[in-house]
């Protein structure tokens, strides 16, 4: 596998994404990473390793400009303001993200009629904006996502498959915002799956995010994890045998 940071722009700020290229030199599909709100830390570097060994090229983008965030910076308060900008600032944070997929399409072993998009948390919101916005993604895929919309979300019809995977306890996405996702994609037509984990909280992806919030509705579960990556190959599979 080749690996390397790969800079891009979104209007006057610059990026700075990381590529995992599993193609071995043939076409291959490629899929986009979206990160939690705190910024692309090192896990996204490991699952885009993950998506390599199985022939993808990925691409962990970097919605802040920040590159690499370090958690020795954690700062919940910093985060939220950074979230919370992000989604109320219309159009900012499906424009970063174009301008990261334009980026991975345009790869020389990326397959650009093969693409996807998944996110953790605040990144499955961003998979869903694309997928909104008629990107051409097969599908998107959300951890433990965030199912508001941000201003100016674009209200078309959905053709991408959507998989979002929340936890029944996640004190951020509440049964009314389950709700609403579904009755969205019912009057849309989408193809699409609302997975709820029982007994789970937000963030069941990262295994710090005890150390990082200590209140009810969020905790790490290793069988979650395992569960929604289990699905969510499933569906990237599906999509891309198509």
């Not at 891009?8 to 076409?27: C, F, K, N, Q, W």
Request: glycine residues 10%; negative net charge; aromatic residues 8%.
């Amino acid at each position: 596998m080749n690996e390397r940071e790969v800079t891009y722009r979104s209007g006057e700020v610059t990026m700075t994404g990381y590529i995992v290229d599993g193609s071995r030199g043939a076409p291959a599909p490629g899929v986009l990473i979206g990160h939690e709100g705190l910024g692309r830390d090192e896990r996204m570097t490991i699952w885009a390793r993950k998506l390599a060994e199985r022939g993808y090229v990925a691409l962990a983008l970097d919605l802040y400009g920040e590159g690499l965030f370090s958690y020795e910076q954690f700062s919940f308060e910093k985060m939220i303001a950074k979230h919370e900008h992000m989604m109320a600032t219309p159009g900012l944070m499906l424009t970063r993200a174009t301008a990261a997929l334009e980026t991975l399409a345009a790869q020389p072993n990326v397959d650009h009629t093969r693409l996807a998009a998944i996110g953790f948390c605040q990144g499955g919101i961003v998979a869903t904006e694309l997928a909104r916005a008629r990107a051409p993604i097969l599908c998107a895929i959300g951890f433990h996502p965030g199912l508001k919309r941000p201003a100016g979300s674009v209200d078309g019809p959905i053709e991408a498959k959507l998989l979002m995977m929340v936890g029944a306890r996640d004190a951020v996405v509440p049964p009314e915002d389950r709700a609403a996702f579904a009755t969205e994609m019912e009057e849309k037509g989408a193809d699409w799956q609302l997975h709820l984990f029982g007994g789970v909280g937000h963030t069941y992806t990262n295994p710090r995010v005890d150390e990082l919030v200590v209140m009810p509705g969020f905790g790490y579960d290793a069988r979650a994890e395992r569960r929604a990556w289990t699905i969510a190959f499933c569906l990237l599979d599906e999509v891309f045998a198509e």
